[in-house]
């Protein structure tokens, strides 16, 4: 089959990985598959930030947690209740996009670059899984201060995360696509 259509039909989001890092070319190509996914008018409305230290991931997890577990509803207290809550999914690194707060498509934007990534990554033979999650991290006081120290620019938004690595898992069998779905119109 046709490579590209492969890796979009065959990429999944992996939740379990290997602590091996992923090699600085591999995700520079990743990231190039971001950088040229399509943007409304072409404004490019975006800003990725590379984060390889755990450390930094753990935290965002930690903020995230407390304050779902204070403020969220109830299945997402019920999953911050488990001891290994970790919205990157123990993979060694992520990309987090964040986009211009200001612009209409802004959000749009990222999620296009976030798919084009995952697919990149899945034919690069690395696993990935793409995040939402940890957005309630950054409306706490301490969030704010990490949006600084993780070198995010002044009115962009933390919008999605792209976790990356090698995986240590089987994939689940896939959802059936819902039926009814298409129409056409001749
Ligand atoms: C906008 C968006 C947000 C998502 N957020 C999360 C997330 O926070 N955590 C997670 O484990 N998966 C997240 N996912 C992955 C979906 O759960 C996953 O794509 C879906 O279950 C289908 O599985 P597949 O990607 O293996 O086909 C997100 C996917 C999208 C498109």
């Not at 990985?17 to 090699?23: D, T």
């Not at 992520?94 to 899945?122: F, P, W």
Request: glycine share 6%.
């Amino acid at each position: 089959m046709n490579e590209t259509i492969n890796s979009i039909l065959n990429r999944r989001s992996n939740r379990s990985y290997l602590p091996a890092p992923v090699e600085q070319e591999k995700f520079d190509l990743i990231l190039q598959c971001g950088v040229f996914s399509p943007t409304a008018k072409g404004v490019q409305p975006w800003h990725f930030t590379v984060v390889k230290n755990r450390k930094l991931l753990d935290k965002i997890s930690a903020i995230n947690k407390k304050e779902v577990f204070e403020n969220g509803n109830t299945a997402a207290r019920m999953s911050a209740m488990t001891e290994e809550y970790d919205n990157f999914r123990g993979a060694p690194m992520a990309i987090i996009l964040s986009g211009m707060t200001d612009e209409k498509y802004g959000e749009a934007d990222c999620a296009n670059a976030c798919t084009n990534m995952s697919v990149a990554a899945h034919s690069l033979g690395l696993g990935s899984c793409y995040i939402a999650s940890f957005r309630p991290a950054f409306s706490t006081v301490e969030g704010k201060e990490l949006i600084k120290a993780l070198g995010i620019p002044d009115g962009y938004t933390p919008y999605f995360a792209l976790a990356l690595g090698y995986i240590n898992e089987s994939p689940q069998e896939r959802t059936a696509r819902r039926e009814g779905i298409i129409n056409y119109i001749d």
